[in-house]
Every structure is written in structure tokens, then in C-alpha cells.
């Protein structure tokens, strides 16, 4: 089996200044292509830990999968340790720097002797250009292993990789095993109840098919993992055991696709050729910049009115006066007005709207932070909901966003 | 020294199902109070990867917090090897299955014998209550050093740490290092310009106190990181460093607030008592999400209107059918129309508009994929600009958002 291992370096990732989605992202794109990873790492720009660092991924991983600390400034010390580590010195690449040339050149801007230097590359590597940058890759080879160091800039890394790595570990390792997912969004369980429901399908299980249980904002995403070294077999055998799950839970199963709710939606919309306006209190914007999130949206969404204030609700969204008077702005008789007012203003087949208190402020003893009434329609069937989302605001907004989507999604469907 | 590891456990994470951002929170939180992570680790639901990981970790780590794989279900099997790491076995907890049946019954659901499972702890274990979901925390001493393990659901683990475990870490070590962090956003120069510009600076900085470069949608973050055993001589040695900096790029100092971008506006905005509207067409409501995240933001955000469709950016933003029509909707004079049509129909002191093409599909060879025009007025004072923002949709709408909050500010500040 090829394992892999992935370090990112930097200490904005120790220091929690930035959030590491690098890992991620490579995680998936090497899943794809049958590598598994089984390590993450994430260590500071400090010699040492470094030099452990790939101690021991060489040690336990056939690819080392590096991203971070090649910029041209003084405390990105990884090229450094590249050279030490593997025992080489820096050579000139005339190619990396016309690749800079060009990229300058596009920008107007001049390269400077800092930045001149990104073309000394390790000469003990082979150099993977980087199209939109100015550090490129380098990948080392040791023992039969591989260790490939590129930029942390996500764009760039994954530039690198779809473009140049994912195909050049393919053609290195000969693939062993294959690993395939599958997904289902199961609505209507606590994730206990559905392991006791799911019981015998997995005691059933074949010994190399896995199911695991990932709740998730007031749903269970349910993956079956199998893996093996033949590729039909798996499919086969994958095949079987889904077949038995949606036996046992098939009317509960919202989509087996393994997208967020957006894009199902999204995916529905379009079938249907419908076309979608939002009006967005409390979750401010969020639902349409999820929606709009998804390529090609712009064939079903037409606009959303964010109603901040009750002066826009008033306006835009032609919400009663007096019912926000009387009812206030939180509550069930404003969210379906919204949804109706977004509707006719954006002359659109479905909407949703949003009313609530993401707090930390506003919340009263009757309506706390957390309350969030929210409306969709289609057509003119309407319908409205009230919910308790917790206590922070992140995740009030981002709960709200999700039910929003999901609520409309079943109106529809 | 006292140093932290964070092991994250999880085959969501390793297969990239799931982003793990528990890890940048808990480094954020420690750092406050003087702990240094040195170490990330993820690893999957495997007994033989979590045992190596508390190996190493307790190796060279004072503190292992370590979150996941404590759910009811079957693929959830830290709790199992914990006790056979500590060699306890399991005993029923009292106060657990109060503080389950509590939750339970305020969200009117009953609890079943998987989730009954939760109240047994493993006996080596201090057990920490979670007021937020069916697992505790359990903190487990050896040889001076403490392993805590916590749910893997943030907002669980967010009030665990924030409630109970991060006083407990201070009052269990003697705090004997102090870290400060001083952070810039730095505009008008590239990173290597930047760094060439503070080269001597950067020489004559004490051992103690370190500069790092973080290149951010256009601007530099610019970190000054201190570490001493004496709060007050630290202090005043990076308020020292400090004034330095100032003196040598004092002028291109955007702020010295370590908050994005949004925030720093958002208080200008509160100070100046001024309000805002948003028109947004390619960034489909993420600036409005993005300004409406910080707590108060309803203080000065009246609200937006997102503008997908050209009908739309007529009927509600009074956009002329015949500029559209010669000009095209990505162009400097719809944008322009844009910012003054949210200003007239929101009736605010400022607005900003939006209009590119964030791909994957629209683009031509004059107006490209990550063309966008953002235009931001304040008053009867209106500016406009073109950008280039590269090939990925995501990357065009966040760096689109960056770049029109950051001209707002410029233009009012």
C-alpha cells in the first residue's frame, strides 16, 4: 500500500493565525488516484522540527507531500533545510527564472534581488514549474520514497498539483490499491439512533469495507469506505453493500451525492429550471454566497435582497409596518412576508428568507440568541419554521444557511 | 518551556472530508496564555496511529490535547484505546448521564442505549463535564504530563476549553514563558520588497524576537513574535522593536489591529457614524456575509442587494438598460451605477459595487476569467477600479471581497 503523508510548515499554523485547508484538498485530490494518506503534520519554521519531521514521514510514508516556507524572505527557512537534508547544494535555474520573467512582466512589476534568488533551486531535486508563482516545486527521491516540497499559497499548490504532481506520483507508484467512498445524507436520526438502527448491515460488513458516521449541522453524512486491490471486486462489493443500506434506510437518504447542500440544490434548480431570490436577515448574505459558491449558479439564482435593517424590509421587501411593530422582526409572520416580498421584487419561482438573532447581542428571555424563524416558497405554497441554532454566531449563521437550504431543497423535490 | 501538541483524530480529516480547524483555535486560545504549540498531528481511527501519536507526543510535549473519535458509534474508538493506553478500565459516571439526560430533555428526545454508552468513562480520567453534548472531556496524568481528550464538534470543544480546560492548564503549570504577538498589515509592497526594505531592521532584532511575512490578498501581515520569562522586560522590548518598525514603513501601515480586514472597517465605520450598502453581482453576497460575521455589524450595515441578474441590477439598482447593453455588465460604468444605485435605495453614507466574471464559464479574450471592477463611494465622492484576480472562482470572489472593503477604507479613512 502507498501511504502518504502530508507536513505543512509555517508558524501562522502553530500559532493559529491561519487555518490549514491545504491538507485537505491534497487529501481528496490523492484519494481520487487510489493514495491514502495516513499523516498529517504541521511543524514551525524551526530547523529541528523539520529535520524530524521528514525523519520520520521518510520512515513510515512511500510519499512526503511538503507545502510551505520556500518564500523568498528570511523566515522561510525550508529550501535550506531541503538542502541540508539531502545533502546538495543550490544551482541557478535559468527556467524558474524566466518563468518569474514572465510573471513580472504580466504584473508590471521588476524583479528584485530577493526575489531573484527563488531561481537558486536544491540541485538534488527535479523542478516542477509553477505557473503562478515564484517558487516552483521540487521533488527529491530517496530509497524508492518520494518527497516533493512546494509553495503553501493554495492556489499555487493546487495549480501544482493538478497540473504536474498528481500525474508524476501516478507514473512513479504503481497503484496497489483502490479506495472508493460512498456518501448519503441521512435526515431524521440522531447519529446513535441510526448506528442502532444500522447495527446488523454492519456487523455484515465485509472485512474491507468501513461505514462511518460524520454528523453534521442536524444531519448524518454516512460514508461506506472500501478498499482493495482489485478494482472491480471493489466496485462490486461496494455495490452490494449500498444496495443493502438503502433497504435500510432508503426513505431517509436526502442525497447520495457527496456535495454540499448547494450544489444538490443547485443541481434540482436546474433540472427543474426554476429560479431562486433570498432575502437574508440575520444570516446576512451568507445563503447567497453559498449559493453563488457553485458554478454555473447564475442559471437559477437571480439576486437576494439583504434586509439588515427594518427600514430595507420595509422598502425592498415590502414587509408590513405594522406587523414588524407588533411581531417584530423575529418572528414567523415577517420571515414569510420576506419570502413573498423577495419572490415578487426578484420575480423569481422560489425564495428563502431569514429572520433571527445570530447575537451576541439582542437576544431577549422569549426570543434568545440563537431563534431563527425561516420561510421558503415556490411557487405559492409557503412554508415557515422556527429553530434554536445554540450560542455562537459563526455558527448560528451557518447553521441557519444550512437548514435554509435543506428546507427548500424538500419543499421541491 | 511548556509545549502543546494538538492530535486530531478523524478519517474525515484524513481523507479531506472534513477541514480541521479546531487546531488553529486551540493554538489561538493557548497562546493567550503563554503555551506554545510546537506540534500538529492528524491521524485516522486506527489503534495503532493514536497509540504512536500519544507516544510521540508525550515524548516531547508537556500538554497533548486531543480531540475526535469519542461519538457513540462503532468507528469511534478513542475512548477504547485510551483506556488501554492508561490502563484503566471503563466506570459509569453519574453526573454524565445527568448532564445527558438534561440536553435530552430540553430538545424533547430520548436517550437509547448507545447513547446511555456515554456516561462510562474510563476510571484513570478526571472527567469534565460538556454542557454542550453527550461527551465529556477526560484529563489523564503521567509523569508530570497531562492528555486531555475532547469531542471533535468545535463548538463542543470551543466552551470545554474556554469553561474549563484552559484555566485548568494554567493552574496544573506554572506559566514560565511569556509570548506576544505584534501584527501589521502592511500595503504597496511585494514580500520580497518588503523584506529588502527591512533588512537591516530585521538584523539588529534581538534573539528573542522574530519578524515573519505573510503575504494576504494583497497586503503583507507582518508578525513580530516575542518570547522571555519576564512579562515586563518583553513588553518593553517589543514596544521597543515596535517604534522601529514604525519609523521605517510607518506610512504604509494600514493598520496595527491583528483583525481582518472587515473589522478594521466596521469600527471606522462606527466611529464616523456612517452607514453602508452593498451591491454585489460576481461576489454573490460575500461581502455582505463577510461585513455582517462581526459582532455589532448592524450598527452600520443597512444591508445589500445582490445582483445576479441584469434585470435585477435594473429594477433595484436602476443600472441603465443601455450602458448594460453597450458596455456589458463587467464594466467600470455599470459598477459605477451599482455603488450609486444601493446608496440612493438603501439610503446610506457609503456603498460598494461588484461586477467580474468568477468563472469557471463567462470569460473572453478582453474581458478574461477574474476581470472584476469594483467601485466604492462615500458620500457624493465615488472611485472605481479594475483588477485582475486570476484563474479560481473561490480565490476571485475572496480577493474581490479583500480588495473592495480594503478601498472603502482607504477612501474614508
Redesign the interface.
Known sequence: MINVEIITIG???????????N???????L?KIGF??????????NEK?IEKAFD?ALLRSSIVLVTGGI?????DITKKILCKYFDCSLRFDGEVLKNMEELFTRSG?EI????YGQAYVPDASTVIQNK?GTAPATWFECDGKVLISMPG???EM?WLMENEILSRLKATFKQDLYIQ?K?YWVEGY????L??HLDEF?KDLPGNI??????DLGLI?L?L?GKDENEQALSEAMQTQAAKLQAAIGEKILTEE?KPIESVLGKLLTQKSLTLG?A?SC???????????V????QY?????????N??KI??LKVSPADLDKEGAVSETVVTQMAQGVQT???TDCSIATSGI????GGTAEKPTGTVYIAVAYRDKIISQKFSF??????I?QRATNAALLMLYKLIK
Open positions: 508558524d501562522e499554523l502553530l500559532i493559529g493565525q491561519v487555518i490549514d485547508t491538507s485537505a484538498w491534497m487529501a481528496q485530490a484519494n491514502e494518506v495516513k499523516n498529517m503534520v504541521t511543524v514551525g519554521d522540527d520520520r518564500g523568498p524572505t528570511k523566515d512589476r528584485n534581488p530577493l526575489t503562478l499559497v493554495p492556489s493546487k467512498h456518501t440522531t447519529e446513535s439512533a448506528a442502532m454492519e468501513h461505514l462511518a458516521y460524520l454528523p453524512r460514508r469506505t457527496d433570498i437574508e444570516t446576512g448574505g451568507n445563503i447567497a454566497h453559498t449559493l453563488t459558491t458554478p454555473g449558479s447564475s439564482f437571480n439576486g437576494a435582497i439583504i434586509a439588515y435593517s427600514e430595507v422598502s425592498l421584487a426578484l420575480r445570530a447575537g451576541p447581542d445554540g450560542f455562537s454566531r459563526e455558527q449563521i
